[in-house]
């Protein structure tokens, strides 16, 4: 489990710097997408952590994090909870103009500000 656990927290980082590179080539739909791959993976990590076993394969971050019994500060569960709805809509992306409407330069560069924090705070968990 420990080498499970040091994979996922080896892709979450590898994750967030995809959306790093995605932001600044101005692909924010996928900034925002790998920002939410990269917390999914991070909770991952600390499932195998608290609880010894392997998560669940599943994309939703709330239910992840509840698995994990971690009570988050209120900035990143309100991040979380943003990215667990986003990430419907940037999996299937019928209407990508919307999105793209949506997901700006500076919403994205706000996500990925709080995503930097929310992985740092759930690294501590551990």
Sequence with gaps: ??????????????????????????RYIYAV???????EKALKGLWVGRRGQAAPRKHSLLSLLKGTGATPPPSVGALIARL?????TTRY??????LQKH???????????DGR??????????
Excluded at 84 to 88: G, I, K, T
Excluded at 93 to 98: D, G, S, V, Y
């Design 103 to 113: 997901f700006t330069a500076p919403v994205a560069k706000a996500i990925l500000a």
């Design 117 to 126: 924090e929310a992985l740092r705070w759930i690294r501590k968990q551990s």
């Design 93 to 98: 992306p019928e209407k990508l103009r919307a």
């Design 84 to 88: 667990d709805q986003a990430s419907v």
């Design 33 to 39: 997408f790998m920002c939410h791959l990269a917390l």
């Design 1 to 26: 489990m420990a080498q499970l656990r040091a994979e996922l927290n080896l892709q979450a980082g590898y994750d967030f710097r995809t959306a790093q590179a995605m932001l600044k080539t101005r």
